[in-house]
């Protein structure tokens, strides 16, 4: 067997280019940092917020603050009233808010019966609602502090509690330009509730900063037990008025805006008058709510926005997750119907195959495939197919390559030697020094069957069918690495051929097993030398021609799957990044109605760019909401995919054993083909250069391999 010598004139060569891309990793970090420190300043923000309630009546001898009024100051570890008798006044307050349904209808009850109120906000509700919050103090309420996650004052560490009350002062100074200076404990009452050691912590923090407001009269209207319940909690026994407690953050607060609306004139038919806190406990307007600086309000203004920002991107990257889900759903459903109908119609189609089978060349680029080259070429050679040669194109290997295929000495091979120039460029050598009907291009670590060939063939009997996709298998999934690899290649690949088949939007024919027409090849001007994902490029140039491009289930080919991390990034990376490279070169297809461009870039660039929140959410959900319905969620999303695999591995004939490390998968290998795109959308993006590069074989692949 003599080598043949290719024509250097016509041999196209890539140009020189750095394989490794520029180091983004600071910058992935950084990004995964700035949503980790989101995620969870919303999480305590918005999941760390206390329920509604009020302690258990503790009233007894040893209660400190028993039949004292309740608006109270700091003397050392003491609290002491500051008030004087209230008369006929009455000072409305309201805890819990603001609340974006219910706090501006109880200050529209106000509004018309012309009485002030205070309100104690939640420091966290109020960054995510300041327009409400303005709106009550433009109406001529007061605000208090009530804590930025309603957290309690009386236990835990010192530095928790000060900081939940600076938090929240933070706010309200960015919001309104003043601090507030009255501070209600959460899960407070009336002051015979409180026990000596909460009065020490509350004098504690108070200070002489703050005064400590508790109530009079608790309506209770948290408990909903009814309006006539709340108005007779909150109205006064007798003659004196005082401090009346209500809510309008917390819960569903209709029956506190239905009773407000009966207790206002109530009230005011016996003789009482409603007055801000502020009048009753006989302090100014400036001492309860003094001006903050220009630095303190930018400040604070620049935390509430924040905080803001922190929901506002929540609620994206929910947004963004509910799209996922509808996607992934309806491609999942999409796909169950459209490849159950491929396989039925290219099952018929094969039972009724007959005709002429047409010449064939099949051209193996190889590049140091010395490990399992020889495997390779005798699986090609043993075709049972009548009109065939294989055509090795070495592309300058220094391991002996050429030498390995030289000595095998069988007919119909043919061995081809250029210098180093690229994949595509040996594959376009072979194909020019080929006159056969029809090109198969095969990976040099590929192994055929002895019925493939023929089988990949069958297709080809209909005129408009351009070019055939075979159905590649993992040989070598004995290992976990092996067995994720044929999981994907089964669910992932095989079955998404069998629909895009269907919708004709194939995106790839794959290097592993791919036939080709002559005459395609040549309209299309042959393999693409330009990009890194050469298979797409060539399968997207088909496609504009309006060649069909079908899937062959039976023409199996068996390919070695990278054996370590660092060789599946490798390849992972030359696909992703080669994908990019192939949809903006024809992206002038868009506006010719070519659904495959926008597919691949919604299901192979967006849509795994955006998977990394999934793995984010669930973790919130852990933390900050119910760990039972996230892992349920998780469960539920496990089994649709174990119910997907089933379908595929039952269509590919294939055993179910495998599957056991399906849920393994979801925790090394996903996140791995998450950095992988990526890092090729950052390399893309940042206009990295990337060529093309010969992965380590090990030999391990064999037909008909079990795992």
């Known amino acids: 067997m003599a080598p043949r010598a290719a024509d250097p004139r016509r041999r196209r060569r890539i140009s020189p280019r750095v394989w490794s891309p520029p180091g983004h990793w600071r910058l992935l970090a950084f990004c995964l940092f700035v949503v980790l420190v989101v995620l ?41 009233p500051i008030e004087r008798a209230p008369g006929r006044r009455i000072a409305l307050t309201f805890d819990d808010g603001p609340d974006p349904r219910w706090t501006p209808k109880i200050a529209a009850v106000l509004r018309a019966s012309h009485a002030p109120a205070t309100f104690f906000v939640v420091g966290s509700q109020a960054a995510r609602y300041p327009d409400i919050v303005r709106g009550l103090v433009r109406a001529g309420n007061e605000l208090g502090n009530h804590t930025f996650t309603h957290s309690a004052l009386t236990s835990g560490p010192v530095w928790q509690r000060r900081l939940q009350i600076q938090l929240t002062e933070a706010v309200l100074a960015g919001i309104t330009g003043r601090y507030a200076r009255f501070l209600r404990p959460p899960y407070s009452a009336t002051p015979d509730a409180v026990t000596p050691d909460q009065e020490r912590a509350l004098a504690q923090l108070a200070g002489r900063r703050y005064y400590i407001a508790l109530a009079d009269y608790d309506s209770q209207d948290w408990q909903r037990h009814g309006v006539a319940s709340i108005v007779a909690h909150a109205t006064p026994r007798g003659r004196s ?63 509430e926005l924040s905080v803001r920002v922190a929901f506002g991107l929540t609620a994206v990257f929910a947004a963004v997750l509910l799209a996922i889900g509808v996607l992934v759903a309806g491609r999942a459903l999409l796909l169950l119907a459209l490849a159950t109908h491929q396989t039925r119609t290219s099952r018929r189609r094969r039972g009724n195959g007959s005709g002429r089978l ?39 290997s220094t391991d002996g390559t050429p030498a390995i295929v030289a000595g095998l000495g069988l007919d119909r091979v043919h061995l081809v030697r250029q210098d180093n120039a690229g994949k595509a460029t040996a594959l376009n050598t072979g194909i020019e020094l080929s006159e056969a009907e029809v090109v198969v291009m095969v990976d040099g670590d590929t192994q055929f069957e002895p019925q493939t060939l023929r089988r990949l063939m069958e297709p080809l009997a209909d005129p408009d069918v351009g070019a055939v996709s075979g159905n590649t298998k993992v040989g070598n999934r004995g290992r976990l690495l092996g067995r994720w690899q044929h999981i994907e290649y089964v669910v992932g690949f095989n079955l998404d051929r069998r629909m895009y088949e269907v919708l004709q939007c194939t995106p790839t024919v794959p290097g592993a097993i791919g036939a080709f027409r002559r005459d395609v ?93 999934i793995d984010l959410f ?39 054993r495998p599957l056991w490390a399906l849920p393994l998968q979801q925790f090394v290998y996903r996140q791995l083909m998450y950095l992988v795109i990526i890092e090729s959308t950052v390399s893309a993006l940042q206009g990295a250069r990337a060529g093309w590069r010969h992965i380590p074989r090990t ?9």
């Open 241 to 303: 008025g005082g401090v009346i407690m209500l809510h309008d953050g917390g819960g569903n607060r209709s029956q506190t805006v239905a009773a407000l609306r009966e207790l206002i004139p109530r009230l005011r038919a016996r003789g009482f008058h409603f007055v801000p806190l502020s009048q009753l406990a006989g302090l100014s307007a400036s001492a309860v709510a003094p001006a903050t600086s220009g630095f303190e309000r930018s400040r604070g203004y620049a935390f």
């Open 699 to 707: 030999g391990d692949a064999v037909v008909g391999a079990e795992a």
């Open 521 to 613: 090849l040549e309209e299309v001007g042959g393999v693409p030398t330009d990009t890194l994902a050469e298979d797409t490029d060539l399968t997207l140039a088909i496609g504009r021609t309006g060649r069909r491009v079908v899937y062959a289930e039976e023409a199996r080919a068996w390919t070695e799957a990278p054996s370590t991390l660092t060789a599946l990034w490798r390849q992972r990376y030359r696909w992703s990044f080669g994908t990019m490279q192939s949809v903006w070169k024809h992206r002038r297809a868009v506006w010719s109605r070519d659904p495959r461009l926008p597919y691949m870039f919604l299901f192979q660039i967006l849509l795994p760019l955006t998977a990394p929140l």
């Open 618 to 656: 669930a973790i919130y959900g852990l933390i900050f909401t119910d760990p039972a319905a996230v892992i349920a969620a998780w469960g539920a999303f496990n089994l649709v995919q174990l119910g997907m695999a089933i379908f595929a591995f039952r269509l590919d004939r294939e055993s179910l």
């Open 40 to 80: 969870t300043f919303q999480g305590i923000a918005a999941h760390t917020i206390g329920a509604t309630g009020e302690p258990h009546d503790q009233t007894s001898a040893a209660a400190p603050l028993a039949r004292a009024r309740p608006i109270l100051a700091a003397r050392g570890n003491r609290l002491t």
């Open 358 to 396: 047409p010449s064939v060349t099949i051209v193996v680029p190889a590049y140091n495939e010395a490990v399992g080259i020889e495997r390779t070429v005798r699986s090609l050679a043993a075709s049972e197919y009548p009109d065939y040669e294989v055509v090795v194109v070495d592309d300058g």
